[in-house]
């Protein structure tokens, strides 16, 4: 499931909604980004993004996942609009009868996320507010996926 | 055809999107992009480094060789940062 939103989730119950009625569930992986300001840098973070094509990129990596691994369930959430720093940004849900699928389809969610959904973040701090630029290692983190023969770039 | 610009691509064109009509010898999204930096100060800026942009076509993203033909919406956005 895809869920593209300003508001904030809740981790907890987000989970107990994937797994609510189930008993054939083994694992659950989650991820969750949150807005970093490490050097006290950034006030806020604004999230811009693709209406349309995010939910269809997001839909696209979802159903690819599935098919690379026996998954039973999974989640995308991710926030839009502007967030202060310790915030959520994105939250990844895997469950599988296995621990092996949920941990490594919820890195090549985000991995994927990273590198082609259609989000862009600024940044604002006293020294004003600038775009973040795309990191080499994101790309770099992809390739560890590779392509199924049968897949269209 | 709906055109489309995101992040640092609609600040520098100053328009978020818009309906165009492109020439019929403007065939890649290359050519668009550099008959779009034709069109004044502003788009020439915005493109002025065109390797660095990314385009998508009707939702789907699409490599600057990639044919524009058919396509009803094109959007042109800086490389991706979310999550």
């Known amino acids: ?9 809740d981790i907890g119950a987000e989970i107990a909604a994937l797994k609510a009625d189930r008993t054939d569930i083994g694992s659950i992986v989650s991820f969750t980004g949150t807005v ?102 994101d790309e770099a983190a992809r390739t560890r996926w590779s392509p199924r023969k049968d897949a269209a770039e | 055809m709906r055109l489309l610009y995101f992040a640092w691509v609609k600040e520098k064109t100053g328009i978020a999107a818009e309906d165009v009509d492109v020439p019929g010898d403007v065939a890649t999204v290359a050519e668009l992009m550099a008959w779009l930096k034709m069109r ?15 385009a998508a076509i009707d939702h789907a993203h699409a490599r600057h060789d990639a044919k524009i033909g058919g396509a009803r919406e094109i959007a042109f956005f800086p490389p991706v940062t979310g999550g």
């Open chain 1, 36 to 137: 970093r300001d490490a050097a006290d840098t950034i006030t806020e973070m604004t999230l811009e993004h693709y209406p349309g094509m995010t939910e269809t990129e997001l839909e696209r990596i979802e159903k690819e996942a599935h098919t690379r691994w026996p998954l039973q369930a999974s989640l995308i959430v991710h926030r839009t609009g502007t967030l202060k720093p310790g915030d959520n940004i994105v939250l990844v849900v895997t469950a599988s009868e296995h621990r092996d699928a949920a941990f490594d389809a919820a890195r090549f969610l985000m991995d994927y996320l990273k590198t082609s959904a259609p989000f862009w973040k600024r940044e604002t701090g006293p020294q004003g507010s600038k775009w973040v630029e795309a990191k080499a290692s």
């Open chain 1, 1 to 9: 499931m895809i869920k593209v939103q300003h508001e904030d989730f």
């Open chain 2, 40 to 54: 004044g100060p502003e788009f020439e800026n915005a493109f002025d480094r065109a390797e660095v942009i990314r």
